[in-house]
Structures are given as structure tokens and as C-alpha cells.
């Protein structure tokens, strides 16, 4: 018996601040989406230095908080009306 996989979610909120006919309108991110962000994370390099070192553990990440976020919208921002 197969099942129907609902829709993902959408809301409109109104820009009301700025312009009443402004609005924007979000969607929820689909697991796909959610594996494209993941992948910004997948890859950390650690390299452990020895005791005689002090225990010095070093780890590097490639990943910029502006590209997260830059993502997160583009993979749940579904209609926005403002124009500047």
C-alpha cells in the first residue's frame, strides 16, 4: 500500500511595517532541501597533535554563516512582493 507524502507547509506573513501590500510567503523545506544545507556541514577535518604538544587539537570547518543563511532562503523563501 504506498502513502501520499503531504505538501510541504506554506504561510504568507504581511510586511505590514513597511508597505500593507507587502508580504512574504515561506515554505517548508523538503528533506531534499534539508540534505543541500546538510551538506555544508559534512565536511570537518580534526587533527589531534600529540601529549608532548600540550594536547593541542586543531579543527577546520569551511562553512560561512552568510552561505547557511543565504540557502536556508533559498530553499524556503516560495513568494515575496518587495521590490528594493
Known sequence: MSKKIP?????????????????????????AAHERRSMLFAEVTRVYRDAAAAGVQEIKQSISPQEVRRIEVQLTLQACTLRD
Open 7 to 31: 505538501r510541504p507547509i506554506e504561510q504568507e506573513f504581511p510586511l505590514d511595517r513597511w508597505d500593507p501590500d507587502d508580504k512574504v510567503v515561506i515554505r517548508q523545506a523538503t528533506q
